[in-house]
């Protein structure tokens, strides 16, 4: 067994290699480069979207940041009004009740001076009984 060179079967390999050479650059290398290509253009225009969204995505934090501290303001005012109707209401029935305890203080000591004047007139009445029953008490001593 000898090895020689066939250059009818060479020839044949070549022709078959160059031949698949070209089926994959038609089905296989052309394909897979016009994807990437379009894959890269996609990812380019994405990063020019958002790069241009950038400045509404800035306009709307803004936005959210002035509504947010209006808020806090009015928040903080409504809280301060609520306090200061609160403390209203407070001071209003506290100076009642004082009216209230102070009327009820003048009616008592009315009526404790009204008892006062009628136990004197009591003891006027009852002056001479007092008398006689001293002056006994003391005849027995």
């Known amino acids: 067994m000898s090895i020689t060179l ?11 290699f160059m031949l698949l050479i070209y089926l994959l650059n038609q089905w296989l290398f ?18 020019s979207n ?5 400045g509404d995505i800035e306009t709307i934090e803004n936005e959210i940041t002035q509504i947010l501290s209006l808020a806090r303001k009015e928040a903080a005012q409504i809280l301060d009004n609520a306090t200061k109707e609160a403390k209203t209401a407070y001071e209003e029935k ?3 009740k004082k009216a209230e ?4 203080f003048a009616q008592a ?17 009852q002056l001479p009984i007092f008398k006689t029953a001293l002056n006994a008490k003391l005849k027995q001593i």
């Open 6 to 16: 066939n250059p009818y079967l060479m020839l044949l390999v070549f022709i078959t």
């Open 30 to 47: 052309k394909p897979m480069f016009a994807f990437m290509d379009n894959r890269e253009d996609f990812i380019n225009r994405e990063i």
């Open 50 to 54: 958002t790069q241009s969204h950038k």
């Open 94 to 96: 506290i100076n009642a």
């Open 101 to 104: 305890n102070e009327n009820k």
């Open 109 to 125: 000591k009315q009526e404790i001076e009204e008892q006062k004047s009628q136990l004197y007139t009591d003891l006027l009445e």
